[in-house]
């Protein structure tokens, strides 16, 4: 069901609260959690897939590998965290456990982990030096448990693995610190004994609610944060923050309308659940030699940071360590390269001290001084919702305002580039809304 009734006109809905005729009913609208607007504001997260299949070279392990092919020998995750704050990324999510069920902290649940391993004479903790590591450096650690294992006995027999499942979900819940995100991966391939697991997800939302209240979880059905429905890094256009959960009930729900849904989300969405869109720096998730010279570009980088923050959604850029268990150079460097694009095209915000004149449909800025603008970055309010759904940019030049891009939604950030005008006057002007747009600061560059 549309619900239509609360789509109100721009012109009402840029004035203050008490322009909005008293007979309009505004819904009760969303708004992100505290923890969901710093993440959004974080933009950026760094994904990390390393465990078995990084010394197996493969992407999905079957689960008969042995602990004893783990071993990295120069592990160093303080160098992790070191690249992905040169990057600019503000979070950072590693696999604690994968496909193949092996698990990079000593578990008290299965034989089938660190523990069993050569590295560090079986005394070592991925988990335990990843957290450290990041938070030395500034950066939230999260994590990835995959509810898929394809090691553990008990998969497949439904009640049995959920438990198990939960109990190591507990141990990362309490034994190493707060956990900015829990990402849950949709797979869900047949256990040994040929039977289907069901996950049970609200036992799994429990679980993380109580342990920790603060941390977001991730799947295509959230709760708390959304796939974006590729792995490709590229977010739909709209893209709105909510979404009606119905739709979705659980993580790996499949139906006609979901890539749809996780793409864009709604307009008129009950729930606050932003998108992130992850992707891969290499065409695989784990790190294998071959593909050392299959490191994206920075331009390509620079592509998908527009295609997704750009967007109104994270970027969740995966870097796999090697078997040394570092990060490559290759994609030390692209890192440290793509951090200083994104700081060099933003350098110089010519709207910074502009004169900033709130118009009946939106704003208006005089800038210091002509400038030659060829990006815009928009930005709503979002702790009091998001509302824009159709807003175009323009600059005053020759006498005239001329729309250099138009748009639908902003969200928590848009950017738009055009080619560039030099202008000492530039307006958004919002052309529909759901609701009173409230813009945040507005940066041209
Ligand atoms: C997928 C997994 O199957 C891949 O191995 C990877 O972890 C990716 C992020 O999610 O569904």
């Given amino acids: 069901m549309k619900r239509r009734d609360f789509f109100i006109s721009s012109a009402a809905a840029l004035g203050a609260a008490a322009c909005v005729p008293a007979t309009l009913a505004i819904p009760r609208f969303q708004v992100p959690s505290r923890s969901q607007l710093w993440w959004q504001r974080a933009e950026l997260g760094l994904f990390t897939h390393f465990g078995m299949n990084t010394f197996t070279d ?125 990402f849950f991966d949709g797979a869900n391939g047949e256990g040994p004994n040929g039977k289907k697991q069901v996950y049970d997800w609200p036992l799994i939302h429990r679980t993380v609610r109580k342990l920790q209240p603060d941390a977001l979880m991730f799947s295509d059905a959230g709760p708390d944060i959304r796939w974006i429905g590729n792995e490709r890094g590229i977010a739909g256009d709209p893209n709105w923050c909510t979404v009606n959960p119905a739709l979705v009930p659980y993580a790996g729900f499949d139906a006609p309308q979901v890539g749809e849904w996780l793409q864009h989300g709604q307009a008129d969405g009950t729930t606050w659940r932003p998108g992130e869109a992850d992707v891969s720096i290499r065409p695989g998730w784990f790190h294998h030699e071959a593909e050392n010279a299959k490191v994206r570009s920075v331009e390509n980088l620079m592509e998908l940071y527009f295609a997704s923050v750009g967007r109104n959604a994270n970027l969740l850029l995966n870097v796999p360590p090697t078997r040394e268990g570092l990060f490559h150079e290759a994609d030390a460097a692209r890192l440290a390269e793509f951090g200083a694009r994104v700081r060099d095209v933003f350098a110089v915000n010519h709207a910074a001290r502009a004169r900033v004149t709130r118009t009946n449909d939106g704003l208006e800025l005089e800038l210091r001084a ?55 006057r530039w307006r958004i002007v919002i052309e529909e809304s759901v609701r009173r747009p409230e813009l945040g600061e507005v940066g041209l560059y």
């Fill in 58 to 182: 493969r992407e999905w392990g079957d689960g008969h590998e042995s602990p004893s092919q783990f071993n990295p020998t120069r592990f160093d995750a303080r160098q992790w965290a070191r690249a992905a704050k040169v990057g600019g990324f503000k979070y950072v999510i590693l696999t604690a456990k994968h496909h193949d069920g092996f698990c990079l902290w000593p578990t008290k649940y299965t034989e089938h982990s660190v523990k069993n391993s050569p590295w560090r004479d079986g005394h070592g903790d991925v988990v335990r030096e990843f957290v450290n590591a990041m938070r030395a450096e500034g950066l939230r650690p999260g994590l990835y448990l995959s509810p898929w294992d394809r090691h553990e006995h008990s998969y497949g027999d439904s009640p049995r693995y959920n438990q198990y499942y939960v109990a190591q979900l507990t141990e990362l819940l309490t034994q190493y610190g707060p956990i900015v995100e829990l």
């Fill in 370 to 424: 002509n400038a030659s603008i060829g990006i815009a970055v928009l930005r709503e309010q979002i702790e009091r919702g998001q509302a824009v759904s159709r807003y175009r940019v323009e600059a005053f030049a020759s006498g005239a305002w001329l729309p250099v891009s138009r748009g639908t939604t902003i969200g928590h950030k848009k950017i738009d580039r055009f080619s560039a005008v030099t202008s000492d």
